[in-house]
Structures are given as C-alpha cells and as structure tokens.
T-cell receptor, first 109, second 113 residues
Framework: KNEVEQSPQNLTAQEGEFITINCSYS?????LHWLQQHPGGGIVSLFM???GKKKHGRLIATINIQEKHSSLHITASHPRDSAVYIC???????????FGTGTLLAVQP | DTGVSQDPRHKITKRGQNVTFRCDPI?????LYWYRQTLGQGPEFLTY????????KSRLLSDRFSAERPKGSFSTLEIQRTEQGDSAMYLC???????????FGPGTRLTVL
C-alpha cells in the first residue's frame, strides 16, 4: 500500500465545474505539498500546508492532520487547469517528498 | 532567472554509457533533492544534500548512481553503465531551512536505447 494515496486517478470535468481531488496519507508528516505538472513539463508547487486551509486564486487546499487527509479544490475550472495534480508529503528530518501517483485532470470547454 | 535549472533537458544514450546531469538550485537554498519519475508514475526520492553533505540516499540509488554537491551550490548526478530501466525524468528540487517548500527544476529526460 502506498504511503500517499490520491483519488480519483483520472477526472474529466466541464468548464466551470467545481473540482475536488483527495489525498490521504498513512505516515507522520511535517507538511503536505500540492503540485501541478503539465504533460512533458516540469513540476510547479501550488501549496505547502501543515494545517488548516490556503487559497490562491481559484485554488483552495485544506488539510486535516487528525484524519490524515487533504483536498485540493478548483473553483470555476478552465481548460488551462488541465494537468496532473500530485500531492506529496514531507517526511523526516530531511523533508524528502513522498509522492502520490497523481490525478490527471482534463477540463473540457 | 532565479529558479532551479537543470542541464541537459534531454539526453539519449546507448546502454552501457555513462551520463551526468547537473542541477543549479536557487542560490540561497541549502537543501537539494534528486527525484526520479518514470512514465505514468509519481516521482520517487533518490537523494538529499544539505549544503555539501549527502545526508540521505534511497535504496533506489544503486551503486551505479553517484551524486555530488562539492561546494554546496550546484549538484551532479552520474549514472554509470546505463540500463534501459534507467530511462526516466530526473528531477531536482531545492529548498531552504526556513521555508521548506521545494521548488523544482524542469527535469532531465533520459532515454537509454
């Protein structure tokens, strides 16, 4: 069983829809990253959070430390949001990242 | 450009050859990470440097892999006697002690024929 699990693995939405991607982890962490990766492209950090909620534009990330669960929400989705979204847990003194397998999001116009 | 840079962006090599990749982190970042991502999978941790010291290595890092960060700035990752299974995207990320958020380079895509 992976230490970091994401769902769904694939998600197709219509433009304007509210989107939720879930991440659960089974190990102790110091924080959680939400990352975005476009096909063939590099990885961009969207959020790093260790408690509560963060918002940036149309993106909202929440984390519940007790339940070991985090969600990434996208409001008013747009085709340019199409990408792979990855959650990654910061582990240990080195803060190395343990990655989920990613959620492939396709937003159709 | 003050982001993380990696060179080369793409490398095609024949099985058995040696390859070396370079990562230049954000200048004030003392922490540097190497990750590997195979097609359709999430990245996996390879190794970690704090300044010039290599403090953690994954079991994925076989004896054919070696990484250095000689002056605590740029880092190199060398793969000796490459195998087809080494084909992957090699990602470098850096962070600071204070902020912990990791910033990624564009990656080096290695194809071993």
């Amino acid at each position: 069983k992976n230490e970091v699990e994401q769902s769904p693995q694939n998600l197709t939405a219509q433009e304007g829809e509210f989107i939720t991607i879930n991440c659960s982890y089974s190990v102790g962490i110091s924080a959680l990253h939400w990352l975005q990766q476009h096909p063939g492209g590099g990885i961009v950090s969207l959020f790093m959070l260790s408690s509560g909620k963060k918002k940036h534009g149309r993106l909202i990330a929440t984390i519940n430390i007790q339940e070991k669960h985090s969600s990434l929400h996208i409001t008013a989705s747009h085709p340019r949001d199409s990408a792979v979204y990855i959650c990654a847990a910061l582990r240990g003194a080195t803060n190395k990242l343990i990655f989920g397998t990613g959620t492939l999001l396709a937003v159709q116009p | 450009d003050t982001g993380v840079s990696q060179d080369p962006r793409h490398k095609i090599t024949k099985r058995g050859q040696n390859v070396t990749f370079r990562c230049d982190p954000i200048s004030e970042h003392n922490r540097l990470y190497w990750y590997r991502q195979t097609l359709g999978q999430g990245p996996e941790f390879l190794t970690y440097f704090q300044n010039e010291a290599q403090l953690e290595k994954s079991r994925l890092l076989s004896d054919r892999f070696s990484a250095e960060r000689p002056k605590g700035s740029f880092s190199t990752l060398e793969i000796q006697r490459t195998e087809q299974g080494d084909s992957a995207m090699y990602l470098c990320a850096s962070s600071s002690d204070r902020a912990r958020e990791q910033f990624f380079g564009p990656g080096t895509r290695l194809t071993v024929l």
